[in-house]
C-alpha cells in the first residue's frame, strides 16, 4: 500500500513526521474456532495490512486520526478515558493493556489507515491492535517479545472491545513469517512455521461482501456452548480443561445432559480440532486434495453445526464444488466475509469467473477476490 496519503495527513495535522509500522491481516488454512478452546491454527501473515505513521508529542493525550473513516479522536491514557468511537478503542485499549503489565505509554500523535477489508474474516481489528502494539513497544522500548504483543492485542479485544476472541489472529499478525503458515497449538502457546508452497494450486480468497461484526455476540455465544460442555465433561474427567483435551465418546457420556445446540457446537470443535491434524499429515506427503476435501468437510460442519456461515458464502462454496475446486470453506470468525479456496492452477481462471458472475446474479452484489501471499508479520517500515 502507498503511505503517501497516511504521511501528508501526518504533516498536516501535527506538523511533523514519526515513524511508520505496519502489521497484517491473516488467512488461516484450516482450523476455525479453535483457539480459545485449546486446539490448532495453520494461520498466516498477507500481504493486506494496517500502516501507523506515530510520534510521542510529549502530553498525556493521545491524538489519533483514521485515514480511511475521516475521523478524529483525542483520549487520555487512564482507564476512565475510555473514547466513545469502537476504532479508538483498540489503540487505547493496547496502551491500557500495556500499562496494566506495569509498562507506562505516554502521549502520541498518530494516523493510520489500511487494506485489510473490514468485517471479511482477514482480521483487520487484530491488525489495528499488532500495529499500535508493535510500535509502541519500539517507541517506547518497551521490551515485551512478539507473543506478548499478540496477548496484549487480545485482552484489548476482551476488555475494551468485548469480543472473547481467541489467539490466532493476534498471533498471526505479530509472527508471520514470508511464505510460512504457522502451526500454532493454541493450549501450550508452542508453533512451528510451516513453508507454504502448494505446487500446482493456487490459495484464492473470494470475499461475499456480506460484513459481519463479532461484537455482536454470536461469536461469544458459540464460546459459551463449548465452555459449557466442558464443564459438564469435567464432572467426570476432571482433567478436561477444554474441549482440546476432550475426545468423542467422552462428548456421547454427556449427550443427555448438555443442550442440544452446545453438543454440535461442541463436536464439531473436536471434529476441527482432528481435521486441522490431518490437513497437517496430508501437506507433508503434499497431498492438497486431501487438505481440499478437509478444508470442505470444515465448511459443512461451519454451516451446519457451528452454524456460522449465511447464505452468500455457502453459495460460493458450492460454486467451488461445482467448478472442481480442490478445498473450500468459510475462513475466520464468519456470519460473512471470505471463502478461503484451494484451487489448482489450470482450474483458477475458469473458477474466479463462474464463482463471481452467478454470485453476482443471485445476490446483486459484487465480490471480491484476493490471491494470497504470505508475508511478514509486524514490522517498521519507515
Ligand atoms: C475470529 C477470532 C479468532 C478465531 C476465529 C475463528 O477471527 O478472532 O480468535 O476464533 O474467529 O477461528
Redo the contacts with the bound molecule.
Keep these: 500500500m502507498d503511505i503517501t496519503k497516511i504521511r501528508e495527513k501526518f504533516k498536516s495535522l501535527y506538523g511533523t513526521t514519526g515513524d511508520v509500522y505496519t502489521s497484517p491481516g491473516r488467512i488461516?488454512l484450516i482450523g476455525?474456532?479453535?483457539?480459545?478452546n485449546g486446539g490448532f491454527?495453520l494461520p498466516g501473515a498477507i500481504d493486506k495490512a494496517m500502516y501507523c505513521e506515530i510520534k510521542p508529542n510529549g502530553t498525556d493525550k493521545v491524538r489519533a486520526f483514521a485515514l480511511d473513516l475521516n475521523e478524529s479522536a483525542e483520549f487520555g491514557l487512564e482507564e476512565a478515558d475510555k473514547p466513545a468511537q469502537q476504532w479508538a478503542c483498540y489503540i487505547f485499549g493496547v496502551c491500557r493493556e500495556m500499562a496494566k503489565r506495569g509498562k507506562k505509554v505516554q502521549g502520541f500523535d498518530t494516523v493510520f489507515s489500511g487494506d485489510v477489508p473490514l468485517g471479511a474474516?482477514m482480521?483487520s481489528s487484530?491488525a489495528l491492535e499488532s500495529c499500535f502494539g508493535y510500535a509502541l513497544n519500539e517507541i517506547y522500548r518497551l521490551g515485551f517479545e512478539r507473543f506478548e504483543i499478540a496477548l496484549i492485542g487480545q485482552a484489548t479485544e476482551h476488555n475494551y472491545v468485548g469480543?472473547m476472541?481467541?489467539?490466532?489472529?493476534q498471533f498471526a499478525s505479530c509472527c508471520g513469517k514470508e511464505g510460512n503458515l504457522m502451526r500454532l497449538d493454541c493450549r501450550s502457546l508452542e508453533y512451528a512455521y510451516v513453508p507454504f508452497n502448494p505446487k500446482g494450486y493456487r490459495l484464492v480468497l473470494i470475499n461475499t461482501c456480506v460484513t459481519h461484526n463479532?461484537a455482536g455476540g454470536e461469536?461469544n455465544k458459540r464460546r459459551q456452548s463449548c465452555e459449557r460442555v466442558v464443564a459438564e465433561i469435567a464432572k467426570t474427567h476432571p482433567e478436561v480443561k477444554l474441549l482440546r483435551d476432550a475426545n468423542l465418546d467422552m462428548l456421547k457420556e454427556v449427550k443427555s445432559k448438555v443442550d442440544p445446540v452446545d453438543y454440535m457446537r461442541a463436536e464439531f470443535v473436536v471434529e476441527e480440532i482432528q481435521r486441522l491434524l490431518d490437513a497437517c499429515a496430508a501437506m507433508e506427503k503434499d497431498d492438497y486434495e486431501t487438505v481440499g476435501k478437509l478444508m470442505y468437510g470444515t465448511h459443512e460442519g461451519l454451516s451446519k453445526k457451528y452454524e456460522v456461515s449465511c447464505p452468500e458464502l455457502d453459495f460460493l462454496n458450492d460454486q467451488a464444488k461445482a467448478c472442481g475446486v480442490s478445498g473450500s470453506r468459510v475462513m475466520?470468525?464468519g456470519f460473512g466475509g471470505c471463502t478461503i479456496n484451494l484451487v489448482k492452477s489450470e482450474l483458477y481462471d475458469n473458477f474466479v469467473k463462474t464463482a463471481t458472475e452467478a454470485y453476482k446474479k443471485q445476490f446483486n452484489i459484487d465480490p471480491k477476490v484476493y490471491d494470497v501471499v504470505i508475508k511478514d508479520g509486524a514490522r517498521k517500515l519507515a
Design positions: 488461516n476455525e474456532h479453535t483457539d480459545y491454527v474474516g482480521s487484530a469480543v476472541c481467541g489467539i490466532m489472529d463479532l461469536y475466520g470468525g
